[in-house]
Nanobody, 126 residues
Framework: QVQLVESGGGLVQAGDSLRLSCAAS????????MGWFRQPPGKEREFVAV???????DYSDSVKGRFSISRENGRNTVYLQMNSMKADDTAVYYC????????????????????WGQGTQVTVSS
């Protein structure tokens, strides 16, 4: 497991942009699959985006075209750029890492990841 620390959350208005950052510990960050999840008030945690070690990325349908995930291996950091934000984007956003291989292969589900950050609150006012 690795330590993950999210930052960049806050209160924005609908249509605004926000960038979240997640800093990871460890010397093999470039090998990790990194994901972002979110948990809206009163709902379950849901997949947002993933980026693999080779730079490929995938997104949930609800954010595709608006959000962008990227990574900077030299800084052990993954980012989530959120544009054209909506009230429905209000949630606690969590960073996750898959640091070792396993038998679970569904990257949209939480068991795929073995490390989690503490979360950062994002609130979008309409």
């Amino acid at each position: 497991q690795v330590q993950l620390v999210e930052s960049g959350g806050g209160l924005v208005q609908a249509g605004d942009s926000l960038r979240l950052s997640c800093a990871a510990s460890g010397s093999t960050f470039s090998r990790y699959s990194m994901g972002w999840f979110r948990q809206p008030p009163g709902k379950e945690r849901e997949f947002v985006a993933v980026i693999w070690s080779d730079g490929r990325a995938d997104y949930s349908d609800s954010v595709k075209g608006r959000f962008s995930i990227s990574r900077e291996n030299g800084r052990n950091t993954v980012y989530l750029q959120m544009n054209s934000m909506k009230a429905d984007d209000t949630a606690v956003y969590y960073c996750a890492a898959r640091t070792r291989s396993g038998s679970y292969y569904d990257f949209t589900r939480t068991p795929y990841y073995d490390s989690w950050g503490q979360g950062t609150q994002v609130t979008v006012s309409s």
